[in-house]
């Protein structure tokens, strides 16, 4: 749903555009290191915000990790998942497991 907030001026200076400040509390833009995307997508210019991640959390971000959480997120989704109520019972599993594998 689109909702309407006014205008912005740019200014032929520089092209500078001012996003208004509760926009930019709103999506997190008001952080340092924030930026925008800039897209262009059937004739708009779509500003997509982004929050700087710290570099040593920069791993979860990649394209081969995100595909093992959605492949996770899918195997949880279908029910393909083992919980336990004490980390003994989860130590007894993985020693389990263990076994079988030797066999």
Do not use: C, Y
């Not at 708009?44 to 990649?62: D, G, N, T």
């Amino acid at each position: 749903m689109d909702t309407h907030i006014g205008f912005a001026a740019v200014q032929p200076k520089n092209g500078t555009i001012t996003i208004p400040a509760q926009l930019r509390r709103r999506f997190g833009l008001d952080k340092p290191g924030a930026q925008v995307e800039i897209v262009v997508r059937d004739g708009e210019i779509v500003l997509l915000p982004h929050v700087a991640v710290p570099a040593e959390q920069a791993w979860f971000w990649s394209e081969q990790w995100q595909a093992k959480e959605r492949e996770a997120d899918t195997e949880l989704a279908a029910g393909h998942a083992t919980t336990f109520d004490t980390a003994e019972g989860f130590l007894a599993h993985l020693e389990h497991i263990d076994a079988a594998a030797d066999e």
